[in-house]
């Protein structure tokens, strides 16, 4: 399998923990995100992923899957052992609510095609679009922080003591909140879980600063 993938792109990031957890190889395929106006524009990137986005999973039949989460049930179905979502039909609705309140409602109005039309078409200063961006991140956190911090089913991480699907979509956003200086200071179930996760080979070896296009 090829994925590529941006370093510090957290729906990349997102799929790296996937893989890593699954045990599976793969390639990583760099495309920047910037340089050049952004390589995900390019004609030949276009034909892997036509709305030009990363990550793309390219299988070893030539198939391409995009949408981290898509591409995550993706792994999980092919590849159920160990598994990244419950076995019971409530705790897996319950798992996917934490990761799609925070793939869809924290990620999509703070990523970097949001904030570059804030900027170069609204005239959004910088600080203001860093505020923005804090803004959403810290209120749609601290919405996951209520939700684990109430539930039983949280153990050392998102459900139980084994790391899962939410655990891979909570761990980049983090990453990314801590890169932009949000307040995390109110999280503490939240900061615990991110945590014990970054204790985890599968989790370090898919931070951005181990990628190959690490800057």
Known sequence: MKLYSYFRSSA???????LNLKGLSYQTVPVHLLKDGGEQFSPEYRKLNADALV???????????T?????????????????LLPSNAEDRA??????????????????????????????????????????WVEQGLASIERILASD???????????????????????????????????????????????QLDAFTKASPAQQPDAE
Not at 67 to 83: G, N, T
Not at 154 to 183: H, I, K, S, W, Y
Request: overall charge neutral.
């Open 12 to 18: 990349s990031y997102r799929v790296r923990i996937a």
């Open 55 to 65: 990550p793309s999973l390219q299988l070893p039949d030539g198939n391409v899957l």
């Open 67 to 83: 949408q981290s989460l898509a591409v995550m049930e993706y792994l999980e179905e092919s590849y159920p052992r160990p598994a």
């Open 94 to 135: 319950w798992v996917r609510s934490i990761a799609l309140s925070i793939a869809c409602d924290i990620h999509p109005i703070d990523n970097l095609r949001v904030l570059r039309y804030l900027q170069n078409e609204m005239g959004v200063s910088e600080e203001n679009k860093n505020r923005w961006y804090r803004h």
């Open 152 to 198: 039983t089913r949280v153990g050392e991480f998102c459900f139980g003591d084994t790391p899962g699907f939410a655990d891979c979509v909570l761990v980049p956003q983090v990453a990314n909140g801590q890169r932009m200086q949000c307040d995390l200071s109110n999280l503490p179930t939240v900061m615990r879980i991110n945590q014990a996760c970054l």
